[in-house]
Every structure is written in C-alpha cells, then in structure tokens.
C-alpha cells in the first residue's frame, strides 16, 4: 500500500527534511551521508544547491494564491566553508515578491550555526496551466 504522493519527491531523493514552511519562509534540513560527498569526501556542491533551491521554492511557493506556481529562473550561490559530515539546514525567506518575480534568500548552515553557503534566487511567477 502507498501513502499520499510527498509534494517534494526530489527532496525526499536526497535525504531533505522540510521542517516548517510558511509566511514566506522555509526551514530544509539534511543528514549528510557517504552518497552525498564527492570522492575527496567533501560535499558535493550540488547537494547544498539543491537545498537551497528547494527551500527558497517552498518560501515562495508559500505566498502564492490559488492557481498559481513558481519556477527558478536563476540562482547565485557562494560556497563559503568545506563541508565532510554533519548535519545541514537552509532558513530561506522571500525578499521580494511582484506580480511574476519573487527574489528570495537562503543561508546555509552546518553543524548547528556554521555558515557554509549564502545562495539568492529569482523565480518566475506563473498562473497554473490549463
């Protein structure tokens, strides 16, 4: 028997928790495991990119009415500190929101309260398609 299918199975694919979204903000945490590091046995970028994206998503995607949905247009990413094991969380937040833009900001942190990433991003406003 399955459950309901999870809003955010690209998540759940990497290991993200959500653990509160809602008034334009998001809380994404991860337990970083062997899969997610690269041969040197660092992070692999893409993984905190990931997170990122995803949470500035559901920070945005939390402000938006009925019928409406949201794209990534762009993202900037600064990787600050290496990263080997531990935990990560995102706090994103939307900074800006228009008609068809919403600008959005995420800190990434390991270990409780290392910063080891500061990400924005630039997302398309859309009305569902019918």
């Known amino acids: 028997m399955t459950g309901p ?35 040197d046995g660092t992070l692999h970028g893409g993984v905190a990119y990931s997170l990122a994206d995803s949470a500035m998503g559901a920070a945005l995607f939390a402000q ?25 969380a995102v706090e994103a937040a939307v900074a800006s929101r228009t008609k ?13 309260d290392r910063l080891v990433a500061l990400a924005t991003g630039t997302f398309y406003i859309q009305s569902a398609r019918t």
């Not at 999870?6 to 899969?35: C, N």
């Not at 938006?64 to 900037?76: Q, W």
Request: proline share 7%.
């Open 5 to 39: 299918r999870s809003p955010w199975p690209f998540a759940e694919l990497l290991g993200m928790r959500a653990k509160s979204v809602g008034d334009g903000r998001a809380r994404f945490e991860l337990a970083v495991e062997p899969r997610h590091l690269n041969p």
């Open 64 to 88: 938006l009415g009925p019928g409406e949905m949201c794209v990534t247009l762009e993202i900037k990413m600064q990787y600050l500190a290496v990263v080997t094991g531990g935990a990560l």
């Open 100 to 112: 068809r833009i919403g600008v959005t900001e995420a800190r990434v942190f390991g270990d409780g």
